[in-house]
């Protein structure tokens, strides 16, 4: 029995369609990835998921019950990572986790009881009377996962569960998050980072206009689409530096002053481009981000 | 249809306590300033027109002005406690806080929120009434031990109008609307309920309109209560101020369905 399944699922708001006859199966254990730009649907889709918004078409089952129908119980095996922080800015890490367990219908006994191990996971003990205003961004995101857990939860749900954090803060949330898929815990995150895609989820669907435009595991997808080494170029006409290099690429896409270039053969490209002045050249092996350049003709950060 | 009901319905009995005490332990914190905030006002207008036009107005339903006005400032502060509670503070929890984004990630439904919400602002109704009645027994302007009698209408007066106001809270895009409520609404309530006169110095027409406002029920047995008097028609007030609870509580629960989970 899969943890999250979508058959057909469609939504549309007034005239513009957010998901589009999307469907996908997330298996107990995995960790699935929403891939997609800003405006692709990923947070409607994870709030469909949780029952907060009803498809116009189509079938949702989450850890076997039907959603929006049985939404409540399937929320009782979910925890959530919003993309916007809701913890209560004046209680202290202890009271956040204390009132959020109430809402689990937890007595007071029952979550001080998992709060150590709450605590630990997150690395917050230190932390546990401090108000959540004194907190820095990354722990603030690191209580939201503790909180997140606090019901004990088979599957979790998270909306850019990174965004917004530093380098380092995100490396240990990736490190938490690797840590929970080892218990077996299932994952459906959304992301725009093709780095946390590649690195935490073990298949992932690509995500455009609501239209699931590819679906597999992040190394198929790169092997099977890209397959070669990449040169980014820039620093010079990409109008002009194309015709220069055509013959020896696979293909080329151009985006903003950057040229992209697809080379089985990096080298003989290199040759060519080593009698211009002033170009900046990065040679590097293909990853999700030429995958969605691919597919859609824009980069997706940018 | 059934599933859109069931997450705008309370999904059982006790799910709301646990918002209620989400919202008491954020209160317990700045509980003093809180109190003196929700008193200061009603007392200011008890004893600056209660003692002040009191000299000038002399004896009035047979009583003193002050002891007169006593009832309708415990029903106006039920009432300004109960509406603020919920079109600022839980419009900021609906709002921009995010808190309700986080309850409903949860086990518990938009029913128990709302219903959660509102049990906390009639409490927060209750302090407020609560505090002018002592003070005002205290001060020999009640009647003891009947004023009791006037607690349990707080307590539904402070319901009625926190559910009047979630209706507000659910259609408001901003807090700049409220004013219109307060404005529009409330004041009125005021001056033509007899929270500071008796209704019957109001044209006929605004008695009729009159007796169809949460405030005047509340004040009707609010007020015989704090002098020692009999109160008449107990059954249609207390029916009344039910129905301003019940009616916009599920109006207000469907309207919010439509805000947050569309």
């Known amino acids: 029995m899969f943890s999250i399944d979508l058959s057909g699922v469609s939504k549309t708001y007034g005239d513009k369609v957010v998901v589009d006859k999307l469907s996908f199966s997330v298996a107990p254990g995995e960790c699935f990835g929403l891939l997609g730009p800003n405006g692709a649907g990923k947070s409607t889709i994870a709030r469909m998921i949780l029952g907060m918004t009803a498809p116009d078409a189509g079938k949702i089952t989450v850890l076997g019950v039907p959603v929006p129908a049985m939404a409540r119980l399937a929320r009782r095996g ?40 709450l605590l630990e996971f997150a690395r917050l003990e230190s932390k546990v009377d401090a108000r959540v205003s004194e907190l820095s961004g990354g722990m603030k995101r690191r209580l939201t996962l503790a909180r997140a857990l606090i019901n004990d939860p088979q599957l979790l749900v998270m909306d850019e569960p990174t965004t917004g954090l530093d380098p380092h803060a995100r490396h240990l949330i990736w490190e938490r998050l690797r840590f929970l898929l080892a218990r077996g815990k299932t994952i459906i995150l959304t992301t725009h980072f093709m780095e946390e895609a590649e690195r935490l989820c073990d298949r992932l669907c690509v995500l455009e206009r609501g239209r699931n435009i590819a679906e597999g595991r992040p190394h198929a997808l790169i092997d099977e689409l890209i397959g070669c080494e990449v040169i980014e170029i820039y620093g010079g006409n990409p109008h002009e530096l194309d015709s220069l290099i055509r013959p020896y690429s696979d293909r080329i896409e151009i985006s903003g002053e950057t040229l992209f270039c697809y080379a089985p053969d990096p080298e003989k490209v290199r040759v060519r481009l080593r009698e211009r002045a002033g170009l900046r050249v990065l040679q590097r092996p293909p990853n999700l981000e030429d995958v969605f350049l691919r597919l859609t003709g824009r980069e997706m950060e940018k | 249809m059934g599933e859109g009901c069931a997450a705008a319905l309370p ?116 302090l407020a009434g609560t505090g002018i009645m002592i003070v005002a027994t205290v001060l020999g302007y009640a009647t003891w031990p009947s004023v009791l009698y006037a607690l349990p209408v707080i307590v ?58 949460p405030l005047s029920h509340a004040i009707d047995l609010i007020r015989p209560a704090m002098l020692g008097r009999p109160a008449g028609s107990i059954g249609l007030h207390m029916g009344a101020l039910c129905l301003y609870t019940i009616l916009p509580f599920f109006l207000s629960a469907a309207l919010f369905r439509r805000r947050l989970m569309s």
């Open chain 1, 78 to 117: 979910i925890g959530v990572v919003p993309q916007f922080d809701n913890l209560d800015p004046e209680f202290t890490v202890r009271e956040n986790l204390l009132v959020y367990g109430r809402y689990f219908g937890m007595n007071t006994r029952k979550v001080k009881a998992v709060m150590p191990s």
């Open chain 2, 11 to 126: 999904a059982n009995a006790w799910n709301w306590i646990a918002v209620w005490r989400r919202n008491y332990l954020a209160w317990k914190k700045v509980a003093l300033a809180s109190i003196l905030g929700n008193l200061a006002d009603p007392m200011i207008y008890l004893f600056g027109l209660g003692l002040g036009l009191g000299l000038v107005v002399g004896r009035v339903d047979g009583t003193s002005y002050v002891a007169f006005l006593a009832g309708g400032m415990v029903a106006t502060s039920a009432m300004t406690a109960a509406t603020f509670e919920t079109i600022y503070a839980a419009f900021a929890r609906m709002n921009a806080q995010r808190t309700w984004e986080g309850i409903l990630y949860t086990q518990m439904t938009l029913g128990d929120i709302v219903l959660g919400e509102l049990a906390w602002a009639a409490s927060k109704a209750f």
């Open chain 2, 156 to 213: 539904l007066t402070g319901f009625a109008f926190a559910s009047l106001a979630m209706v507000v809270t659910s259609l408001a895009p901003s807090y700049d609307y409220f004013i219109f409520y307060q404005t529009l609404v409330l004041t009125p309530m005021l001056f033509l309920c007899g929270a500071v006169f008796p209704i019957t110095q109001l044209p006929q027409t605004f008695q009729q309109v009159a007796q169809f406002l």
